[in-house]
Nanobody, 124 residues
Framework: QLQLVESGGGLVQPGGSLRLSCVASGFDSAFYGIGWFRQAPGKEREGVACSSSGGTTNYADSVKGRFTVSRESAKNTVYLQMNSLKPEDTGVYFC??????????????????WGQGTQVTVSS
């Protein structure tokens, strides 16, 4: 059974950093595009970053230069490194996978398999 599990969320002060992990099981994530999304209370879900299976990464303008997606194939894991965090980055963060995104990806595209999310709160 294909499964994604996020971890690494928590409470951090503005300007701080967090690294989220997305561990895949039941499939080889190296052959899937992986997207990272967030949803703040009362707001629609927003795609923030993605990594295609071919190595392309793309980011939403709101996080460009602050967030970085990376993969560790040996652990079947994808990371989202978040630096210079702002209060507006607060939300539940999800990772998602889709086998269609090989050559490229966009955070705004649809993804077929989802994790359960991890809470990130940026506050002083």
């Amino acid at each position: 059974q294909l499964q994604l599990v996020e971890s690494g969320g928590g409470l951090v002060q503005p300007g701080g950093s967090l690294r989220l992990s997305c561990v895949a099981s039941g499939f080889d994530s190296a052959f899937y595009g992986i997207g990272w999304f967030r949803q703040a209370p009362g707001k629609e879900r927003e795609g923030v970053a993605c990594s295609s299976s071919g190595g392309t990464t793309n980011y939403a303008d709101s996080v460009k230069g602050r967030f970085t997606v990376s993969r560790e194939s040996a652990k079947n894991t994808v990371y989202l490194q978040m630096n210079s965090l702002k209060p507006e980055d607060t939300g539940v963060y999800f990772c998602a996978a889709d086998p269609r995104y090989g050559n490229t990806c966009q955070p705004s595209w649809e993804y077929s398999h989802w994790g359960q999310g991890t809470q990130v709160t940026v506050s002083s």
